[in-house]
Nanobody, 126 residues
Framework: QVRLVESGGESVQAGGSLRLSCAASEYTVTYDYMAWFHQAPGKEREGVASIDTFRNTRYARSVKDRFTISKDNAKNTLYLQMNSLKPEDTAMYYC????????????????????WGQGTQVTVSS
């Protein structure tokens, strides 16, 4: 059974940095797309960044030039480096893997993925 476990979320001041991790089991990060999403209370889950088999990346406009998605194949782990954090980045952050039948919706659409982690909370205070 595929399991994705996120970690690294915490409370930080605006302008600070965090690195989120997503450890995968029964799934190899080398293959297919993986992505990070965030969801604030009362809002839809939104794509933050994605990475494909060839390490091509895509970012939401709101995080471009501040966040970096990467993966370590040896550790089977996905990362999200978050710099210059803003209060509007406050949300639960989720790791997703394996594009499913909804792949045509795009790598930053939450409906496209088969597997999800339980989330890690990021809170940015001003």
């Amino acid at each position: 059974q595929v399991r994705l476990v996120e970690s690294g979320g915490e409370s930080v001041q605006a302008g600070g940095s965090l690195r989120l991790s997503c450890a995968a089991s029964e799934y190899t990060v080398t293959y297919d797309y993986m992505a990070w999403f965030h969801q604030a209370p009362g809002k839809e889950r939104e794509g933050v960044a994605s990475i494909d088999t060839f390490r091509n990346t895509r970012y939401a406009r709101s995080v471009k030039d501040r966040f970096t998605i990467s993966k370590d194949n040896a550790k089977n782990t996905l990362y999200l480096q978050m710099n210059s954090l803003k209060p509007e980045d406050t949300a639960m952050y989720y790791c997703a893997a394996d594009l499913g039948p909804g792949w045509a919706l795009g790598a930053l659409d939450h409906r496209a993925y088969n597997y999800w982690g339980q989330g890690t909370q990021v809170t940015v205070s001003s």
